[in-house]
T-cell receptor, first 114, second 111 residues
Framework: AQSVAQPEDQVNVAEGNPLTVKCTYSVSGNPYLFWYVQYPNRGLQFLLK??????LVKGSYGFEAEFNKSQTSFHLKKPSALVSDSALYFCAVRVNTGGFKTIFGAGTRLFVKA | EPEVTQTPSHQVTQMGQEVILRCVPI?????FYWYRQILGQKVEFLVSFYNNEISEKSEIFDDQFSVERPDGSNFTLKIRSTKLEDSAMYFCANRVRETQYFGPGTRLLVL
């Protein structure tokens, strides 16, 4: 079955420190991978995606993610966290069904402490 | 980022009532999606819609749900007879190339 796993419910990091939010996936074929961020009482905001090409993709607000095919992972990273990065982060994969729906992970809540 | 808008932002309804949630997609992009997020839980796919037809739906999307493009631009999700467990955030999304862009959501509360 096609799925996305985010093994951490919550990640805590101090402001200025690097952050990593983990994601692993299980899909048939080549994966289309995404990260979205959700701030309180807001919608899902697109951060970045991997379709093909370089394994390291850069997105909005200084975030980047590394696609690792052998480990089936797509971890989200940022070299220096900001308090304003505190939010709920979702990893997602597009599945190659008729409607090209997106399957989301359960989400990881990031807390950045000043 | 391309903008998808949704109305209303909040809706409170009585169990058994019909609700219609509206979405204004990005111009000229024909793939539409509805998702829901029950409070504190993951985002779940409901239905995808392309060229005025449902292309895929989940097991959640039963006979109580329907989608339409009533005037060629707006995109609606109707719940015919709401249940308590329909209380959730409902997001519409529009696909631009390979990326789905989401609206801000409608928070539905069924009492």
């Amino acid at each position: 079955a096609q799925s996305v796993a985010q093994p951490e419910d919550q990640v805590n990091v101090a402001e200025g420190n690097p952050l990593t939010v983990k994601c692993t996936y299980s899909v048939s074929g080549n994966p289309y991978l995404f990260w979205y961020v959700q701030y309180p009482n807001r919608g899902l905001q697109f951060l970045l995606k991997y379709i093909t090409g370089d394994n390291l993709v850069k997105g909005s607000y200084g975030f980047e993610a590394e696609f690792n095919k052998s480990q089936t992972s797509f971890h989200l990273k940022k070299p220096s966290a900001l308090v304003s990065d505190s939010a709920l982060y979702f990893c997602a994969v597009r599945v190659n069904t008729g409607g090209f729906k997106t399957i989301f992970g359960a989400g990881t809540r990031l807390f950045v402490k000043a | 980022e391309p903008e998808v808008t949704q109305t209303p932002s909040h809706q409170v309804t009585q169990m058994g009532q019909e609700v219609i949630l509206r979405c204004v997609p990005i111009s000229n992009h024909l793939y539409f999606y509805w998702y829901r997020q029950i409070l504190g839980q993951k985002v779940e796919f409901l239905v995808s819609f392309y060229n005025n037809e449902i292309s895929e739906k989940s097991e959640i999307f039963d006979d109580q749900f329907s989608v339409e493009r009533p005037d060629g631009s707006n995109f609606t999700l109707k719940i015919r007879s709401t249940k308590l467990e329909d209380s959730a955030m409902y997001f519409c999304a529009n696909r631009v190339r390979e990326t789905q862009y989401f609206g801000p959501g409608t928070r539905l509360l069924v009492l």
